[in-house]
Each structure stands twice: as C-alpha cells, then as structure tokens.
C-alpha cells in the first residue's frame, strides 16, 4: 500500500500519519523490510514501533505491531511482533522491578464504545505511535534501558515469548513486591504532621498543572485539526458552486469564478486531512506527568511515616533518601526531555499551520491573477462592427468598440499586474522555505512576463483592431500555458 | 444601430431609444443631485410593545447643480421606513414593465450564519446601505428617476402614502399577480426572451448556491479562529508555570489571541461583498419579472389572434347560414333575414377585433423595443459589478490568508527560540 512504503521510506514519519493515510491494519504477508533504524547521538539503542497487523487466532483476532531495535549491548532479531498484551505486561514488570521509578504511561485500553471500533485505521494508528513513544522512553531511560525485563521483551523470537515473559512473576508477587519497599504507609497517608517538603511539593505542583495543561492542549489541538477538516468540506462546496457558476456566466465574470474556484479548491486541499501525532504524545506525556506526581507522593507518605516516628528505624529513613534520589535524578531527566518533545509537538502544529495558510494564500492569489487577467480573453473577441444583441451568450462578448476602449481605461486602473508582482514578492520573501521560494520565484516571473504583454497592447489599441486581434491571440495562449505551469509546480512541491 | 435619437434629451420624452449609449448617456437625476442615507433611528407606535417598534431611515437630498430646477429646495432631508421604499418599489415595478427595476435590500435575513434578526443593529447598519444602493440605483436610471411619485419619495413630507396609494397602483399589481399565476404557455415563445428568462433563473440559482456555502465557510472559520482564543489562554497560563519555556509561550499566546480577533473585521468585509451579491439575486428575479411581463404581452396579442380566428369562423358559419339556434338544433340552414343580420354583426365586431390585434402588436414592439435596450445596460452593468465582487471577495481571502500566515509564522518563531 502506499502508505506503507512512505512510511518505510521515511522511517521516522509515522508521526505525520493522518486520518486519511493511516496505515491500515494489514495481512501478515505485506509487510516490508522498511529503513534501517539509527541510533540518536549519545545513546546506544533504538527502537520503533511500526506496522500494525492483525492477526487471527482460533480463539481471537487481535493487531500485532512490529518491534524493531538495534543495541550496542545485545544482539537483537531483525524485528519482533507484539500485540499489547505484551506491552502492558512490560509495563507491570518494569512497575514492579523499579518501584521508585515511574515507567512511561501505556496508551489506555479500548473504552466501551471503541470496542466497536477496535480496528479503524485512526484508531490503531494512534495506538501504535503511542506504544513508539513508550519503548523509546524506555530506552532512553538511563535506568529502565538496562532492565532485564525490556531485554528480553525486544530480542526474544516470538514463539518463546510466552514461557519467558508470563509465569515467573505472578500477581501475588508483584503485590508482594511493591508493598514491602513502601510498607503499609501508604494506607496510612498523614498520620498527625503533615509533611511538606518544598522541593517536591513545588515539583508535584508543577507537574499536576503541566498534566492539565497537555490535556487541554490535546483537546484544543484535535478540535483544531477537526474544524479545519469540517472547513475544508465547506470549502470543496464553493469551489463546486463556482464550477457549476462560471458554465453559464459571461465574460470576465466566468474569469473571476475560475478564480474564485481554484482559490477554495487550494484553500480545501490544505486542510483535508489531519494528523495524529499529538493524540499519542499529548495525553501519554499528561500520563507521564501523572505517574510522576502519584510517585512523589508515595515518597511523601514515607516521609511522613518516618516523622511521624512511628518506625524510627535506619531502614526506613534509607528508603526515605533512596526515593528521594531516585525522584530527583529521574525529573531532572525526565523534564529536560518533556520540555523538548512539548517543543518539537508545538512545532509540528505551527509547522502545520503555516503550510495551510501558505497554501491557502498561494491559491487566492494565483486567483486574484485568474480573475483580473482575463481581460486578455476580450482583446481576442474584438471586431470591429459594432454587435448589439439581447441573447446572453453574445453579450459574453462584449465587443462593441466603444467599449473595449472603455476597458483598455478600465486596465489602466486595475494596474493589477504591478500591484500583484509587488503583492506576490512582499509575501513571499515573508515565507521562508526554500522550496516556496523557488515557486515563487516562477510566479514572479509570470507576472512580469504578463504585465510586458499588456503593454504591447495597451500601446498599440488605438491603431488597428486587427493586428490587436493577433498579437493577443498569441500572448493569451502563451499566458494560457504560463498559467497552468505554476500551478503544476507548486503542487509537486511538498510543503510538508 | 440607428441613432436617430439625439444625444442630449429629456427623459420625459422616451422616443426612439435604440442604442445602450444613448440610453447611457442620457440626463438622470444623479447627475444634478447628491443622495445619502445619513443614519437610522428606532421609533415606535405609541405602544411599549416590541412589535410594534419599527425603524426610520433619514434620506438626505442635496442639490449639486444649482441650475437644476426640479427639485424644491436645495437640502431636504425625509424619515422613510422599509414599507414606504416596499411602496415606492412595488409602484415602479407596476408602472415600468419594461425596465429592470433595482431591488429592495432583503426583507428578513437570508444566509444567516449567526443568530441575527432584523432588529440587530449591524443588520439595521446594512439595510441602510442598501437603501442607500436603492435610491441611487433608480435615480440614476434615466427612465425611473423623473418619476413624479418617486421625487415625492424624496421631498414629500406629509401625506405621500395618500399620494401613492391613490394612484392605485395596488390594483394593477394585484391584478398583474393574478395574470401572472395563471402559467403562461404560449404558442410561439420569443427564444430572445426565453433566453433572457433561463439565464435569470440560472444566475439567481448559481448565486443563491455561492451565496450559502460562503455563509457555511465563514461559519465555520468564524469558530475555528475564535477556538484559538482558548489557545491564548492556555499558552498564558501555562506560561507562568514554566521558566525556560515561559517568554516563547507567553509570546506566541500573544498571536493567538490575534488571530482570533482578526476574524471579526474579516467577517463584516466580507457581509458587505455578500449583500452586493444578494442585490443581483433579487436583480435576477427582477430580471424574471421582466421576461414574464413581455410574455403576458404576447399571450394577450395571441388571444387577440385566437379571438378574430374564433369570430371568422363564426362569420363563416353565419354565411352559411348555419348559426342560428333552429339549425344549430336542427341542422336546418338560417332564414335568410337571420343570416344578412349576424354576417353584419359580425363583420363589425371582427373590424374591432383587427383593431384590437393591431394595438395589441404595438404594444408588444413597444416593450420589446425599450425592454431590449434595458436588458442589454444590465447585462453590462452585471457584470461590471459581479466582476467586481469577486475580485473584492478574492481579494478579502487573500488579505485573511497573509494575516493568518503571519501570525503563525511569529508564533513557529516565538516555539523555536524556546530553549
């Protein structure tokens, strides 16, 4: 499928997957190799998480993703498949083997209502970019990179997966685990002093309200992307209105009605489809956050405990500054990372945006030149007697010449061409991509190009309609074909 | 064509009209006077009542030629409500078949895309305008404008409602509606016309479809902008909690909140362009009105024609001496004193309907004559001005687009200057 093989090209893309080209939930036997992975600078290991499949069992049909990872410490199989099962015992075993560390968040479990909708391309797509980010943070993690746990999830072939990753760590353990490293004062949260240690009051504060603020951010950028999608369709709607208007219309109307339709047509194709990116990282970094603050305030309650003084014992004050220390080492990791992923999603979106109204603008201009160069189109019907008629297809034509005399003044009012080369150079020297550049630069030499016929013609009208007739003949049919190059240009350029 | 015509003419005597520059080049009332409508006023009918509360218009007369004559004084001004322009319009639409009358601005909302009805005062603000459109349309038709009714319109203070009430003009529109809901089919349709009849209906479709998904797409653009509104807030919110990261928030909450202010401006230009396509709207039908009155001019020459045939036929029969009631019943001939005395009768009776088909024909040449040299002037005025409202509408879009682009570069500049 083509999506997929974009998304093999572009290995790290998956994220500019949208609604329209998600990749698909596949059949077992389509998947290709795909780019090889690179390892970030400074760290040893990467892994992607790619290529949903769905995959039938006798008992159940459920989607399978593709694990890739490439580690200096171990050797890994080429790719591995998980389905999220198995991600989500990852999760319980990391929770359990590094109790002062909050693993990365697992994307949630289908709500009611999307088990109706367990494999819609969105849906699964989400969901995958979601599991990425998770073994990411995992492998960048400076702890949980060297778990036990996260090894054997990536290297072992999948039909062992199961002895190795179910049995040995049963609930009853896991329980048992955790409790004993935090002891029962968790049920017990302030028992007389509450207290309140200001470094990680302020950092829970802090992350409480960062969680907030990436959750609204979530809901305010789907809404965004939403609307400009519902825009879109509005905008197809005038463009098919103006289509279906310029048939009948005449004369220079049916000029500005072409425009008017390529300008909401360019306008529509901008926004048709978004992307997915954010409804994985946003609320899974909302999560993250969360975890967080849930894990200082488990360090508080033993720091409460060991005021309160009821167990004054070395053993609890040594877990007391362990959890403090591995709280302190693991935000000033964790924020520095947050705060340059918030970076790059804000970045998309802007990204984003700004190709929209590039677009956007880019069509109405070049509609703003259809509509007020069609003047050229009347040169070419002059006669030279004088037609007077009722019907509305002759006076399409406009060609009394009285009249045309008029329009020549009417062209020297519109000046339209120098003010559209001026216009169309200020914008785009604003728009600072290179390859916007090079369109611009051909629509600018269109310009030019026309304004110079339009001298030839306004200079020589008031001799000969005849040798007008000509000269316009040729320059409209090679502003014609200027005309469409532009447009072909600037749509194999991608502005993404 | 001809231009027997000349050039300088009173529009009183309408003669031989044959050519558009003629007919352009002719005297209106716009050239000697200067009409505005200055402002509105809400009154009411002496009752609290909401209903019966009603808004005036101010119409502001200035003579501008002082040589002009016609005009009583040199400022007038008058309050005039919507239903005295609905008068004054219904009465010209009556009075001049022939002409293409200028349309009212419309009556109740139309392609509304927020909550708004006729008493809100943006809307009162745009009927203005179009009344404003209205007047200076007819008075710069050199045929509506020396109306006598119409210059009462604009000067008579007391009692014009008498005035135009008594010309009765409600009784020919009353009976030219009932004329025009009978379907008229005739024998032989004018292509001409019935050309200029399809491409009305056909404009007033295509704008009525332009019309509505333009007020779709602002609906919808007005949310999305003013969504970004909410983005501001949380930007500057978020902002305070954060210290590498606080100044590129803060700032780039900044444009946001541009952007969603910038809409409103946007939205009021583009209403304005909306309204001159919704005056070629009602043109269109306008438009219509015209064709139909041409064709119940030539069904009333067919049914002259049908009338004379009939009554032939009848002589024929009297002739014959077939038509009296013993042979219609009896199949016997007509004595012959029965038969000399209905041919006579006939005869006169058929002369008066030869007289009635010639004037019928008259009349018929008459319209078609002046009716085409006013179809062809708004031919060329529609498109001037529909030309020009696209270009303006395009022109707005792309004004919007360079906003937007700029504002969301600055803020794509305040996110990477981020640490």
Partial sequence: MASESSSAVLDLNDADATDTDAPSVMDVDEVPDGAPLIMEHGYDIAVKVDAPMKQLSTLETFVTYRVRCVCARWTTPPHVRRRYNHFKLLHKRLAASHPLVAPPPLPPLHSARQQLDRYSPAFVAVRCLALHSFLDRIAKHPILTHSEDFRLFLTTPDEELDKVFKSENSALNLWGLSNALYGSGEAKPANGARVKDPEFSSAADYLQSLQQKLTTLCTLTTKLYKGSVSLSTELMGMRRACDAWAVSAGGRCAGALAGCGAGAGAAGAARAAAPLRHRAALPALAAYAHAHVDKIRARDALHAAYVSGNNTTDEVHNRLEQASEALRSELSDWIPKTHAEIKSLLLDLADRQVNIHTQTLMGWEHALKLSTDDISEMFKTVSKTAVQNLSPSKCRSLTTPNETEQDIDDIDNYSNDSDIQDVSKDDIQHVSKDDVQDVSNVDIQDSKDESHVHECVKVENGDDYGKLDSISKEDSSKSDSRFSDPLQEFSEVDLS | ?419
Avoid at chain 2, 37 to 64: F, P
Avoid at chain 2, 84 to 91: L, S, T, V, W, Y
Avoid at chain 2, 297 to 323: I, P, V, Y
């Fill in chain 2, 1 to 419: 064509m001809s231009a027997e015509s000349s050039p300088i003419k009173s529009s009183r005597s309408l003669n031989k009209l044959e050519t558009v520059e003629d007919f352009e080049s002719q005297d209106t009332l716009l050239k000697h006077v200067d009409i505005t409508i200055v402002e509105s006023e809400k009154r009411a009918n002496g009752t609290l009542h909401v209903r019966d509360h009603y808004t005036v218009y101010l119409i502001d007369l200035k003579v501008t030629d002082p040589d002009y004559k016609l005009v009583q004084s040199k400022i007038s001004t008058i309050w005039r409500r919507y239903t005295e322009f609905e008068q004054i319009h219904d009465f010209l639409q009556v009075t001049y078949p022939h002409v293409v009358i200028p349309p009212l601005p419309e009556k109740r909302v139309l392609y509304a895309w927020r909550k708004s009805d006729t008493t809100d005062p943006e809307f009162i603000e745009r009927r203005r305008a179009g009344l404003e459109n209205f007047l200076l349309r007819v008075a710069s038709h050199p045929r509506l404008c020396f109306d006598d009714q119409f210059i009462n319109f604009l000067q008579q203070e007391h009692g014009w409602r008498e005035t135009i009430t008594d010309s009765g003009y409600l009784l020919q529109a009353e009976n030219k509606l009932k004329s025009l809901s009978v379907s008229i089919r005739l024998k032989k349709p004018d292509p001409e016309i019935e050309g200029v009849k399809n491409y009305g209906r056909q404009l007033e479709t295509n704008l009525g479809n332009f019309l509505y998904t333009r007020s779709k797409i602002i609906e919808k653009n007005y949310a999305l902008c003013k969504l970004h509104a909410n983005y501001g807030k949380l930007f500057s919110e978020w902002s305070v909690i954060e210290k590498d990261m606080g100044d590129g928030l803060q700032k780039a909450g900044h444009y946001f909140d541009s952007i969603a202010d910038s809409i409103d401006s946007v939205a009021e230009d583009e209403e304005q362009l909306a309204d001159q396509l919704k005056e070629y709207l009602f043109y269109a039908s306008a438009l219509q009105q015209l064709c139909a009155n041409h064709e119940a001019l030539q069904r009333a020459l067919e049914n002259a024609h049908d009338a004379l045939n009939n009554r032939l036929a009848e002589r024929t029969r009297a002739a014959a001496g077939k038509s009296g009631l013993m042979s219609r019943l009896f199949g016997t001939t007509d004595p012959d004193i029965v038969r000399d005395q209905s041919t006579r009768a006939l005869d006169t009776k058929i002369h008066a309907d030869r007289e009635a088909i010639d004037r019928a024909t008259r009349d018929l040449e008459d319209f078609t004559k002046k009716a085409t040299v006013e179809i062809e002037h708004f031919q060329k005025q529609k498109d001037k001005d529909l030309h020009e409202s696209l270009v303006g509408f395009i022109t707005l879009q792309v004004k919007a687009a360079k906003k937007n682009l700029q504002a969301w570069t600055q803020i794509k500049e305040c996110l990477q200057n981020m640490p």
